[in-house]
């Protein structure tokens, strides 16, 4: 059985997707790892080479951006795909229970995922899992990744570990992503989603900077034990890469 690791996005390193982590993570549990650029103007590209990842290149195309971007996965070269959002970091702990999982027939995955912000200080569990194991040439990304199928899946339990969404960890990068998100989804996006995260994200006037300016974004303290691969990020408030 081999497998493949995916992700994609735009401007990764500029908006402070951790996407180094994330590729980080997943490397030592498949035999290739295909990431697709989106037009990035930042050094995204160079940070795919540095990390050993098959790059392809999609195309800024309005609402169709991601899903046009998803459907690249179809190109890698394993039986099953591991996906990751570019600010997603897995648990090492759930991809050994991912490994098991897929040693013992299970093919379509789910897992739990939690959601990060103010630098590691807040942190919930989203309310359902998330499909992000499955065979090659399945599904789009609206159907695939974010929602359970109808077909039976897999789910790890939360016990075996989580899947660290870290979309709002960094302050310094909050304005610029959310530029980048408008250009993948064809709109401004909000950040705060009802009953996923710990609080209203969504600032009017001055009120963004203000938030931004307060101390909790340099604790350095977590609710949960951080993944190894995380921890050096801790009291940053800007995502600089060093590989």
Not at 6 to 26: D, S
Not at 129 to 149: C, E, K
Not at 225 to 231: A, F, M, Y
Request: glycine letters at 6%.
């Amino acid at each position: 059985m081999k497998i493949s690791g995916f992700t994609f996005g735009h401007n990764l390193i500029e908006g402070g997707y951790v996407v180094c982590e994330a590729i980080l993570t997943v490397w030592p549990f498949v035999s290739e790892i295909v990431a697709v650029d989106i037009e990035s103007t930042d050094n995204t590209r160079h940070v795919f080479e540095q990390l050993g990842c098959r790059i392809l290149d999609s195309k800024l195309n309005g609402t169709d951006t991601v899903n046009d971007a998803f459907k690249l996965h179809t190109a890698c070269q394993g039986d099953l795909i591991i996906f990751f959002e570019a600010d997603e970091v897995y648990d090492e702990r759930l991809l050994d229970a991912v490994t098991w999982a897929i040693e013992t027939s299970h093919r379509d995955i789910a897992v739990h995922r939690i959601q990060v912000t103010q630098n590691f200080q807040r942190i919930k569990e989203y309310p359902i899992p998330v499909h992000r194991i499955f065979p090659n040439g399945g599904g789009s990304y609206v159907q695939h990744p974010t929602r359970l199928p109808d077909y039976p899946v897999h789910i790890i339990p939360p016990t075996s570990g989580y899947l660290w969404d870290c979309s709002g960890v960094f302050r310094d990068n909050w304005k610029q992503r959310k530029l980048n998100q408008a250009k993948l989804f064809g709109q401004p996006r909000n950040i705060y989603v009802p009953g996923h995260f710990t609080e209203h994200f969504e600032f009017w006037g001055n009120q963004e900077d203000e938030e931004l300016a307060k101390d909790y974004w340099l604790a350095t303290a977590s609710p949960l034990v951080l993944p190894e691969v995380l921890r050096g990020l801790v009291g940053v408030t800007k995502y600089d890469p060093h590989i």
